[in-house]
Each structure stands twice: as structure tokens, then as C-alpha cells.
């Protein structure tokens, strides 16, 4: 989106625009959910990165191996110095399962799979093809994770499909968390987690794991809790790219510190780290990523002509939220507002609901797929505000607020 922007914006005989990734193939992820219960498949959530990039803007397949940032060069690991002016660290986060004791061992993609990769995801559905009942654990490892109401949206999902398939009875369905409740703001958690009572979803909270037992096929907390499990689908770790580390650019899980609002370095003026990769407190999401942005082309634009930046991204994320038999929720919010319920004022669509389960938002999530690849990758216009907006919101007390 940013090279795409900036390349009408930036005069060619000025500027070199090059974008660096390890391979052709970007992935769209939201997809990957729909992987495990054959809704999608695998070619459906790819496409050749250079079909996406604007004529002018040069892909180099490569390996960043670190940033030297006090010498403006990107170092690939096949030894090209790529000398710069002006660098965004987009390296995304990615799912560790190298981090969690036992957790790539003898059960990993036999009993043990994630759905945060491709891979993963299609073993997934192929692990899922051959169950026929037991204990089902959806887990996530540690908190941030990318679309943090991922993995929530699964285990709706997997509830609607083992009901289904008739299987659902013979399925003891867990759901795993290291939060104190379903999700990370008390609205949306005090309403997702009745949706899993109501479901009959059990929902073990302040699980942090501190190993897996491959024998005994158990999740061990730090505080000797075990979840024993048939079928394990974890989120394990996520963590920013390990170069973020090797050019002490991160913090302690590889994300770069920048200011939240122009999401500039902290440490180097020429630097931003945009989208997953950057240590900003909002969810790790597309949205946020396309939204930011926005703010961040306006601001760079002026930071070339020596003036002041005047963007301030303030957080803003929006996300469908599957809920299974074809219905959706959607939740909007920013750094400063937790996701309410009430209408989403949505051009010659909406309004949608928030935090109401209806077939519009789900109809909602499916589309968006066609609006990434058509409007989003290619820098067109879309008619949403970049700003979290209160209209159509309905301001409410949680019990935690109560309490
Ligand atoms: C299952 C799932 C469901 C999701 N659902 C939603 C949703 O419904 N809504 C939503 O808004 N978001 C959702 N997301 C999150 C969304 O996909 C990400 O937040 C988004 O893709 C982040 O974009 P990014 O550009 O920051 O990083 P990415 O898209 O992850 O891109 C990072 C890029 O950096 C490259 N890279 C990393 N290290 C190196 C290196 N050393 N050398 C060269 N290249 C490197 C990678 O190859 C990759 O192409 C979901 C994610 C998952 C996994």
C-alpha cells in the first residue's frame, strides 16, 4: 500500500521506490482461518507480490539479514548493501512455535497445529477431515498476537462445524488464554465470553504455558495447570522479524519502538516501522496496518519537503469477527476506545452492527477478501475514515468498570 501511494506521489526521476521480500508469494492471512474447514482454498489466499506492486516500484527477493541504521544500508544475507534515505521496517510478526518448550516435538502437525500459516492451516484441515470426537483445545501462547480475535473466530467455527458434521457431542471444546477473560478489552470480552458459555465452550483463562508434554499431550502452565488435548491448535508466540533484533532496532520480542502517533523510530528520524512490525499499542492487524497508512504517506510526504509532520495515527482498527452459521460480529475502536456496541456508519452498505452477530458482517468479511487484493494492496481510495469515529456508538459500563 505504501509503495503503491507513494509512487504517484514521488517523481521517478527523484525517487527509486524498491521493496524487499524473501519471495513472489504475499499472502493474504484473514484468509487462513477459512483454510481448516475447507472454505477457502490455498490458491485463493496467494498472489504474486510483483502483479501488486505499481510499474516503477522495483521488488528485490531477498533476505534482510540486519539494518545498519547509522550507515543508511540494508544487509542481505547474500552480502548486497542496499544504501538508503529514507527506510519503513514492514517485516510483519510471525508465530514461534520454536519458542514454547515441547511444542514442535513428536506431536507437532500430528496432534499439534497452528493456523497463523499456510502451511498449518491446510495440515489443519486435513487433521480435522479425520476427527471424530475428543478433547479439542484452541490456545493462544502469549499476548500481542496478530488478529487478536482470531482465534476466537475459530473456535466459533470449529463449534459450528463439528454441529454440522453431528460431531459435536462427542467434542469437549476448550478454549485456552493467557488474558483474564476472552479477549483484551472488557466490553468485547464480557460479550465474546458469553458467547462461548453459550455454546458450551469451556474457557480456561490465565493460562500462561510454560511447556507442552508431547507424551502425555498436555498444555503445563507456569502454575502447574495441565489441559490435556486430542487435538491441539495453538497461537504460539509471535514475534517481529529476527533481523529487528540483529540491527538493535527491538524490543524484547522484536518489535520497533516508534512514536504511535507518525509511527517514526524512536532512535532514527529516517526510519518508521509501519503495520505488525512496529511497537505501537493497537492490535496487530490489516486494518491497523491500512489505516496507519494513511496517516503515514501524508506525514511522509511533508517530511520530504522539510515540514512538519501533522498526521496522528490514533490506533484505529476494525475487524469482522466470524461467529459461525454464517454470521458475523464487527468491532471498531483505537488506542483510547474500547470496541462498543451500537451501528458503524458504512457508505451505501451499512450502517453494521458492532458487537452484534448478523449476516452482514459476515457477507462483510467475505467481500473484504476482493477488497484487499482490488482496492487495498493497489493504494486505492477506500471510503472509510483512517480516525476511529464515536458515530452510531453506544458508550457503556462493563462490570469490570462496575467492579
Ligand atoms: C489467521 C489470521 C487471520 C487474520 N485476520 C485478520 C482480520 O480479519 N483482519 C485484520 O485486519 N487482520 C487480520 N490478520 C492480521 C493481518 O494479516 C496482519 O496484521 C497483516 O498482514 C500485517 O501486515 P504487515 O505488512 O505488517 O506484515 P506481513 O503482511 O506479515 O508482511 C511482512 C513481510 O515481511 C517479510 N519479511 C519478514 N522478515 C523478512 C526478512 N528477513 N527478509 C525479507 N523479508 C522479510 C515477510 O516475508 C512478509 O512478506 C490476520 C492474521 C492471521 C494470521
Same mark, same amino acid.
Request: aromatic fraction near 10%; charge should be negative; include cysteine.
Given at each position: 500500500?505504501?509503495?503503491?501511494?507513494?509512487?504517484?506521489?514521488?517523481?521517478?526521476?527523484?525517487?527509486?521506490?524498491?521493496?524487499?521480500?524473501?519471495?513472489?508469494?504475499?499472502?493474504?492471512?484473514?484468509?487462513?482461518?477459512?483454510?481448516?474447514?475447507?472454505?477457502?482454498?490455498?490458491?485463493?489466499?496467494?498472489?504474486?507480490?510483483?502483479?501488486?506492486?505499481?510499474?516503477?516500484?522495483?521488488?528485490?527477493?531477498?533476505?534482510?539479514?540486519?539494518?545498519?541504521?547509522?550507515?543508511?544500508?540494508?544487509?542481505?544475507?547474500?552480502?548486497?548493501?542496499?544504501?538508503?534515505?529514507?527506510?519503513?521496517?514492514?517485516?510483519?510478526?510471525?508465530?514461534?512455535?520454536?519458542?514454547?518448550?515441547?511444542?514442535?516435538?513428536?506431536?507437532?502437525?500430528?496432534?499439534?497445529?497452528?493456523?497463523?500459516?499456510?502451511?498449518?492451516? !491446510?495440515? *489443519?484441515? =486435513?487433521? @480435522?477431515?479425520?476427527?471424530?470426537?475428543? #478433547?479439542?483445545?484452541?490456545?493462544? %501462547?502469549?499476548? /500481542?498476537?496478530?488478529?487478536?480475535v482470531?482465534?476466537?473466530?475459530?473456535?466459533?467455527?470449529?463449534?459450528?462445524?463439528?454441529?454440522?458434521?453431528?460431531?459435536?457431542?462427542?467434542?469437549?471444546?476448550?478454549?485456552?488464554?493467557?488474558?483474564?477473560?476472552?479477549f483484551?478489552k472488557p466490553v468485547a470480552a464480557e460479550h465474546l465470553?458469553s458467547m462461548?458459555?453459550?455454546?458450551?465452550?469451556?474457557?480456561?483463562?490465565?493460562?500462561?504455558?510454560?511447556?507442552?508434554?508431547?507424551?502425555?499431550?498436555?498444555?503445563?502452565?507456569?502454575?502447574?495447570?495441565?489441559?490435556?488435548?486430542?487435538?491441539?491448535?495453538?497461537?504460539?508466540?509471535?514475534?517481529?522479524?529476527?533481523?529487528?533484533?540483529? !540491527?538493535? *532496532?527491538? =524490543?524484547? @520480542?522484536?518489535?520497533?519502538?516508534?512514536? #504511535?502517533?507518525?509511527?517514526?523510530? %524512536?532512535?532514527? /528520524?529516517?526510519?518508521?516501522?509501519?503495520?505488525?512490525?512496529?511497537?505501537?499499542?493497537?492490535s496487530?492487524a490489516?486494518s491497523?496496518?491500512h489505516f496507519?497508512?494513511?496517516?503515514?504517506?501524508?506525514?511522509?510526504?511533508?517530511?520530504?519537503?522539510?515540514?512538519?509532520?501533522?498526521?496522528?495515527?490514533d490506533g484505529h482498527a476494525n475487524c469482522f469477527v466470524e461467529s459461525?452459521?454464517g454470521k458475523a460480529l464487527l468491532i471498531d475502536f483505537n488506542?483510547d476506545t474500547e470496541p462498543l456496541p451500537g451501528r458503524y456508519p458504512l457508505p451505501v452498505v451499512g450502517p453494521l452492527g458492532l458487537l452484534q452477530e448478523t449476516r452482514a458482517n459476515h457477507l462483510g468479511k467475505l467481500a473484504f477478501?476482493?477488497v484487499?487484493?482490488?482496492?487495498?494492496?493497489?493504494?486505492?481510495?477506500v471510503p472509510l475514515p483512517s480516525h476511529m469515529s464515536m458515530l452510531g456508538k453506544t458508550p457503556v459500563r462493563s462490570?469490570?468498570?462496575?467492579?
Amino acid at each position: 500500500m505504501i509503495v503503491n501511494r507513494l509512487r504517484r506521489r514521488l517523481g521517478k526521476r527523484d525517487w527509486t521506490i524498491t521493496v524487499v521480500d524473501r519471495d513472489d508469494v504475499h499472502q493474504y492471512q484473514p484468509g487462513f482461518l477459512f483454510l481448516p474447514f475447507g472454505a477457502y482454498d490455498a490458491d485463493q489466499v496467494s498472489r504474486s507480490r510483483h502483479e501488486l506492486l505499481a510499474p516503477g516500484v522495483d521488488l528485490l527477493i531477498g533476505d534482510v539479514d540486519r539494518v545498519l541504521p547509522d550507515e543508511d544500508g540494508v544487509l542481505l544475507s547474500d552480502g548486497r548493501l542496499l544504501p538508503y534515505d529514507y527506510l519503513v521496517v514492514a517485516s510483519g510478526t510471525s508465530p514461534r512455535p520454536d519458542q514454547t518448550p515441547g511444542m514442535l516435538g513428536a506431536q507437532w502437525r500430528r496432534s499439534i497445529f497452528d493456523f497463523y500459516t499456510e502451511d498449518g492451516a !491446510s495440515a *489443519l484441515a =486435513d487433521a @480435522l477431515r479425520t476427527f471424530r470426537g475428543g #478433547r479439542l483445545v484452541v490456545h493462544v %501462547t502469549d499476548m /500481542p498476537i496478530k488478529c487478536p480475535v482470531a482465534p476466537l473466530e475459530f473456535t466459533f467455527l470449529a463449534d459450528a462445524w463439528l454441529r454440522e458434521k453431528g460431531l459435536r457431542r462427542d467434542v469437549e471444546l476448550t478454549y485456552v488464554t493467557p488474558l483474564p477473560g476472552a479477549f483484551t478489552k472488557p466490553v468485547a470480552a464480557e460479550h465474546l465470553g458469553s458467547m462461548l458459555d453459550d455454546r458450551g465452550i469451556r474457557l480456561e483463562t490465565d493460562f500462561l504455558v510454560e511447556h507442552v508434554d508431547p507424551e502425555s499431550k498436555a498444555l503445563v502452565s507456569y502454575d502447574e495447570r495441565e489441559i490435556a488435548f486430542d487435538l491441539l491448535v495453538t497461537v504460539p508466540l509471535n514475534m517481529g522479524a529476527d533481523f529487528v533484533a540483529r !540491527s538493535g *532496532l527491538g =524490543d524484547e @520480542l522484536n518489535y520497533v519502538p516508534v512514536d #504511535r502517533g507518525t509511527l517514526q523510530s %524512536t532512535a532514527y /528520524p529516517n526510519l518508521f516501522a509501519v503495520g505488525d512490525a512496529a511497537d505501537i499499542p493497537a492490535s496487530k492487524a490489516g486494518s491497523v496496518a491500512h489505516f496507519a497508512v494513511d496517516v503515514f504517506v501524508g506525514n511522509f510526504l511533508q517530511l520530504i519537503a522539510g515540514e512538519q509532520m501533522t498526521g496522528e495515527f490514533d490506533g484505529h482498527a476494525n475487524c469482522f469477527v466470524e461467529s459461525g452459521k454464517g454470521k458475523a460480529l464487527l468491532i471498531d475502536f483505537n488506542y483510547d476506545t474500547e470496541p462498543l456496541p451500537g451501528r458503524y456508519p458504512l457508505p451505501v452498505v451499512g450502517p453494521l452492527g458492532l458487537l452484534q452477530e448478523t449476516r452482514a458482517n459476515h457477507l462483510g468479511k467475505l467481500a473484504f477478501r476482493w477488497v484487499y487484493w482490488n482496492v487495498l494492496l493497489p493504494g486505492r481510495p477506500v471510503p472509510l475514515p483512517s480516525h476511529m469515529s464515536m458515530l452510531g456508538k453506544t458508550p457503556v459500563r462493563s462490570s469490570t468498570d462496575a467492579a
